[in-house]
């Protein structure tokens, strides 16, 4: 008796489970759930590694400087006080230089895939544009976030 209650209160729960998937129409509740990729912190998109420079490069921190100027700015503070997306003090050891790359140059499917980028989404309510920066730029922006959170800049 235990038992047939065991298996019915299973079916209940293996029903219930199945029927919580009308958000995703792209999948027929038939085939099995996908399976959960395993989050490296480091993001999704071409950046897969990224070698750091230390002490960090002046000319590589100018350059990510002017451009966070002109195109970051607006939303991105250098302290850890949100305006439009959250400030950037503290980033760099907060995330894998990688997922700070693929964030900046492939946003679109960050905020789509990514859990941290979702999470940051749900905090925000603003999409964070794509800024057209290439892997390069994104390169010399991130020697500024390391500049700005305090790592020594060369000579
Ligand atoms: C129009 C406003 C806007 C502009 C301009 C903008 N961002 Fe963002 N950014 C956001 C928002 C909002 C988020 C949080 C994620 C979301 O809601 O899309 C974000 C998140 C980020 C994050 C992740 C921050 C964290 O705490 O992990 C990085 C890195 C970033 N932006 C880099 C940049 C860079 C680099 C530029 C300039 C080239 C830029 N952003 C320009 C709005 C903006």
Redesign the pocket.
Known sequence: MKYTFGLLLFALLFLYACSGNTSSPDQDSESPPPVAKVDDGKGIGEVKSVELNEPLKPALVDEGKS??E???????KLTDKRV?????AG?TS??KPE??MN??TN?EVM?AEDP??QK??????????N?N?TID??RA?LEF?YANDGLEVGN
């Open positions: 451009i966070y002109l195109k970051c700015a607006a939303c991105h439009v997306g959250p400030g950037w980033l907060k995330r997922w700070i964030m900046i946003v905020l941290t980028a940051l989404l749900e905090e925000c309510l603003t999409r964070m544009p800024q920066l730029d994104s922006v976030m």
